[in-house]
């Protein structure tokens, strides 16, 4: 029987079933410090959960629009709301114009428009219709919002103009965590914009950071439990990277191999779900990204949408932040064995 640093691959099955919440804590926090060769068999175990859901080895690529930088939080990780940064937003006719040339020059078939949190109705609004417009032009679209907590009826209007999913991230299952991390925002709200769009009717995507300053290996045990008792179509992790001019801008980063292993996991608790491997694992580690697909990940996401002059008032952690072409996001697909759909991919630069 495989086994590694005290976990055998037996007790990995295991999480796919219902078992105790202490013994599913226990193996969890096992393997979140596997690392080495104990690292290569939660992955390969991983990839082969994959295989269940994914039997096609398709990877999923994913054009972003940033399409507003304007954020009503001010989260102690982040630094898009930082107050010197020149506030923009893509209006309605530009944003299908970008959609358009990605469908139609790029062979774009699904399509990320994420924006800071902004509930402001008119902004709101005008990012509605586009979404119908650019469904009703191209309604093999996927298209995926990510703009936070809104209203009932807010999300129920993005989904009656055609929008297939939503991201909404709940970064820490614990609340007190998520709002020391979070101060303009309650956990309870976050929770229910989550219930909303499910009940909706949208696939619906979350997921976590890891490394946060105060998290524990507790709370990444109860995150992973959190979100696979979700039963959510898209999950992630994305390694905490302190962001210039934030809160957080002197604590350190967090672990990659952490991050990894909780990636792993996820794919093993959620068969079935569209997992990304994320540009800040490229940014922590050479090859970040790669691993992350050998970690069990299935989605890549490449930032050709948002216009050039643009893409500096998004920084997220900083604007060195890497941004992944499309020859590397190619390469590193094709290594870890994986394909793109060919009516989603091009080359071309």
């Not at 402001?120 to 990510?146: E, H, T």
Request: a positive charge; aromatic letters at 10%; one cysteine or more.
């Amino acid at each position: 029987m495989n086994s590694f640093g005290g976990l055998q691959i037996k007790n990995l099955q295991m999480l796919t079933r219902t078992i105790p919440e202490n013994h599913f804590r226990e193996i969890v926090k096992v393997a979140l410090h596997a690392r080495g060769k104990d690292q290569q068999h939660l992955f390969a175990y991983a990839r082969s959960i994959r295989l269940i859901g994914f039997p096609d080895r398709l990877a999923e690529i994913r054009s972003v629009i940033e399409i507003s930088n304007i954020c009503k939080q001010r989260c102690n990780y982040c630094n898009i709301g930082y107050e010197e940064i020149k506030k923009y937003v893509i209006s309605a006719d530009n944003l299908v114009k970008i959609v358009t040339f990605l469908y139609h020059k790029q062979k774009r078939r699904v399509i990320l428009l994420q924006s800071g949190e902004n509930q402001d109705d008119r902004f709101v609004a005008d990012v509605i219709r586009a979404s119908g417009r650019i469904k009703d032009k191209m309604p093999d679209i996927q298209l995926i919002v990510c703009i936070g907590n809104l209203s009932y009826a807010m999300y129920r209007d993005f989904w009656l103009a055609g929008v297939d999913r939503y991201l909404l991230k709940i970064e820490a299952s614990r609340p007190s965590l998520y709002e020391s991390v979070k101060p303009n925002d309650r956990w309870i709200e976050r929770r229910r914009c989550l219930d909303d769009l499910m009940t909706i009717g949208f696939k619906v995507g979350s997921g976590i950071i890891v490394g946060l300053p105060g998290q524990s290996i507790d709370d990444l045990t109860a995150d992973l439990e959190f979100l696979s008792k979700l039963n959510l179509d898209m999950v992630s992790a994305s390694v905490f990277i302190p962001g210039k001019n934030t809160f957080y801008e002197k604590s350190a980063p967090g672990d990659v191999e952490t991050t990894l292993n909780f990636m792993a996991l996820l794919r093993i608790t959620n068969p079935f779900a569209l997992i990304p491997t994320t540009s800040s694992l490229e940014k922590l580690k050479n090859d970040g990204q790669y691993l992350g697909l050998m970690a069990g990940a299935n989605t890549v996401t490449i930032h050709d949408g948002t216009p050039k002059d643009l893409e500096h008032l998004f920084p997220i952690y900083d604007q060195q932040r890497f941004k992944p072409n499309n020859n590397h996001l190619f390469e590193i697909v094709d290594r870890a064995g994986l394909r793109f759909p060919d009516t989603s991919f091009s080359r071309c630069e």
